[in-house]
């Protein structure tokens, strides 16, 4: 999985770098370890920001925090920094051997967008696979057309389409990948 | 729905006030208003958090934030502040004119704990309904054993169980109030 800070757009559509939130790294962390994904890519090509996350890791891997919170550590422990997409898809296609198939959540429906239960069963299918998040408003648009598959929106109530990304990553795993309860009687 | 600060227990057992984080504040008001939540109470007994709480309302119901920012307001002109959980069941019912039945997620699974299709199916029966989350080591066992319904474990690997509560609001309310997709072909 990957939480793109570059590129994505603002408000007024202009493809921007936005900056990492903390919070979001450690809550994305936690909820890719609870949901077993292998590695949570953080992409920025900023090398302050880059910095940034790498204290925070430094932290809970190794200073004070990683006694502290054992659990945090753990989740940390599979976060990576990289500087951009193809860095990504590259790290992945040395350890396996295979490029990534690329999965895209958005908040728009297109003509090819497609449900949760066939993300399933792409998933279903074997990897290797790289589910991409945006920040801001959004990955670039050129990113969400080249991706192999567009998962439909979250629907909750259509007028009102504001979910922190952090609790969009949390439902999208979760549909995507929780064990499926038995069917009921 | 209700986020309670007490009676909670922490990390001991014990029974503990906890305090707000007004980031929960911000991100549950949001998953709440996405999936149609009629009210979000914070439950504190402490006056300096409720007061805390009010002065974050304010901001972005009437200061400058709420020109800023109108989807937050949205969000947060749907939250109420509570004394206490009693309090909480007693606007309920003074609103609709029947005390609200309770459903209690827990990271624990009990002999009589509800799948989340089971808890769909309760809440298509027709409310009111009081969800009930608990803040640091969850919900004084008490309230969890006198709730109509608790629900079952959100299981993701079965090993890793540390998800921040508003990933856990947001996987839950996705899993009981999302509308469902069409049956694949």
Known sequence: M???HFPVINKQGEIVTSSVTTLD???????SRTYGVETFYVVTPLPAQQALVQR?????LT????EY????REALGRVRMAPTLDAVQEAITRRTGRAPRTLVPDARR???SISYRRGREILAEGGPFLL???TAWGLEPGLVERADWILDPIEGMPDYNHLPVRAAVAI???RLLAPREAPGP
Do not use: Q, T
């Not at 790294?25 to 909820?31: F, N, Q, Y």
């Not at 200073?63 to 990683?66: C, K, P």
């Not at 919170?69 to 945090?72: G, H, I």
């Open 2 to 4: 990957a939480l793109v």
């Open 25 to 31: 790294v450690h809550d994305i962390a936690r909820i």
């Open 56 to 60: 925070i890791m430094d932290h809970w």
């Open 63 to 66: 200073g004070y925090g990683a």
């Open 69 to 72: 919170n054992p659990s945090r």
């Open 110 to 112: 297109f003509a090819r």
């Open 132 to 134: 991409l998040f945006g």
């Open 172 to 174: 999208i795993l979760d």
